[in-house]
T-cell receptor, first 112, second 114 residues
């Protein structure tokens, strides 16, 4: 299956600093991308999305960047807070198809 | 309901027993997904439903796994003759089913096979 046999990479960030979480997606035909946040004991929650006709999208304290040339996605979190500590997943989808494929995930640890 | 509901939240079973996991999606959502998440790992796609049909069953690990959905609503994931490697969190998600949209997840069922 997907993402089997690998341990999650971890990113440690000082409180107040900016965080950048990276993701390499697999399918060049994917045209919709989503970032999810998963806190301990909970299911993933939607953070922000971006479609392939955009390079950048901003939300509240979060920005997603898409580089289709190298199939790379990043999530930037400004002024990281302890409540941002979680596992972050990128996901990709192809328009017209329901299947959503998730990346391996990155664990973000915020140091107070 | 207000969100995706999964039951039970925890299930402990003995090796060789059958288990049923239930998912109640958000009302009006036509698409429903099952994922499996092993400890400290990513989300492994199992199956998705559009209405009561399952166009993609490619992620089911073996023929011990099956899923059904009735009335375009509740779904049940059944694992027969459970093995220790089946131990994981089983997550259900739903969406409006139009493609290119975000998923809403339940809190999952933690399955432990002894």
């Amino acid at each position: 299956g997907e993402s089997v046999g690998l341990h999650l990479p971890t990113l440690s960030v000082q409180e107040g600093d900016n965080s950048i979480i990276n993701c390499a997606y697999s399918n060049s035909a994917s045209d919709y991308f989503i970032w999810y946040k998963q806190e301990s004991g909970k299911g993933p929650q939607f953070i922000i999305d971006i479609r392939s006709n955009m390079d950048k999208r901003q939300g509240q304290r979060v920005t997603v960047l898409l580089n289709k040339t190298v199939k790379h996605l990043s999530l930037q979190i400004a002024a990281t807070q302890p409540g941002d500590s979680a596992v972050y997943f990128c996901a990709e989808n192809i328009r017209g198809y329901q299947k959503v494929t998730f990346g391996i995930g990155t664990k973000l640890q915020v140091i107070p | 309901g207000a969100g995706v509901s999964q039951s039970p939240s925890n299930k402990v079973t003995e090796k060789g027993k059958d288990v049923e996991l239930r998912c109640d999606p958000i009302s009006g959502h036509t698409a429903l997904y099952w994922y499996r998440q092993s400890l400290g790992q990513g989300l492994e796609f199992l199956i998705y439903f559009q209405g009561n049909s399952a166009p993609d069953k490619s992620g089911l690990p073996s023929d011990r796994f099956s899923a059904e959905r009735t009335g375009g609503s509740v779904s049940t994931l059944t694992i027969q003759r459970t093995q220790q490697e089946d131990s994981a969190v089983y997550l259900c998600a739903s969406s409006f089913g139009q493609g290119g949209e975000k998923l809403f997840f339940g809190s999952g069922t933690q399955l432990s096979v002894l």
